[in-house]
């Protein structure tokens, strides 16, 4: 008698497993959140506030900076290349009247 022409069994009994290459979780329906992209939430951020980039909406500007303080990169934040050149120009306008300080202490 091969394998092929063996009797199956139930897979889902509650037996002592012992491969260990067998998915635990096989009986468990777990559900989780969706997690939204961190490329998304930027886009997202801006929608919020109408698409509008003005140097005084602190709130938005300091999402587009790391805990460095320094800008983040396009590849990081997937905005139009139009978007981000206004978000760093903004930045920089508002670094200069003190707004947002130009570098954060971060204590390790």
């Known amino acids: 008698m091969n394998y092929w022409n063996q009797k199956r069994t139930n897979l889902n009994t509650d037996k002592k497993r012992t491969n ?26 801006l929608k919020k506030f109408n698409n509008i980039i003005d140097y005084k909406n602190i709130k938005l500007l300091k999402a587009f900076l790391n805990k460095y303080g320094k800008i983040r990169p396009r590849r990081k934040t997937r905005i139009t290349l139009q978007k981000q050149h206004k978000i760093a120009k903004a930045i920089r306008k508002s670094r200069a009247l003190g707004l947002i300080p130009f570098i954060c202490d971060v204590k390790l």
């Open 20 to 45: 260990w290459n067998q998915n635990l979780r096989s009986n468990l329906k777990i559900v989780k959140q969706k997690k939204i992209k961190k490329s998304l939430q930027y886009l997202l951020l």
